[in-house]
């Protein structure tokens, strides 16, 4: 009984580690404010964590939000973010990533964006 226990223990360590995911750390969320956020920009400022996030849970993305997390995961960015340069390069360069994706308006997240539009409702 004791080994199963340990087995179903460690199994699910090892299952834990295995999931990647973007999380709306601060980094993030900085970084996406000060290259998106404009003063004539207001729905970005009204929608808060809601441009990525859906639902009562940080845990439900909407569609913007699972295409900035193809790209942007908090384990990679716990592999770098000692060095400050890098950790804004891959954010930098997972937001243009996640720019280029469509969607469902058929639109990329880049063009909605730059015309002031919410990437997701």
């Known amino acids: 009984m004791k080994k199963v226990c340990v087995c179903l223990v460690l199994a699910l ?3 834990g ?10 980094p993030f969320n900085k970084e996406w404010v000060s290259k998106y956020n404009t003063p ?18 940080k845990k439900m993305k909407n569609d913007y939000g699972k295409a900035v997390g193809k790209f942007l995961t908090k384990a990679k960015y716990n592999e770098i973010k000692e060095d400050e340069a890098a ?7 997972g937001l243009a990533k996640a720019e280029a994706e469509k969607a469902a308006s058929g639109k990329t997240y880049g063009e909605l964006l730059k015309a002031g539009e919410l990437p997701a409702k």
């Open 13 to 15: 360590v090892g299952l």
């Open 17 to 26: 580690f295995s999931f990647q995911s973007a999380s709306a750390l601060p």
């Open 40 to 57: 004539e920009k207001a729905a970005y400022s009204e929608a808060k964590c809601n441009v990525c996030h859906a639902g009562e849970s």
């Open 87 to 93: 950790a804004k390069k891959y954010i930098a360069e």
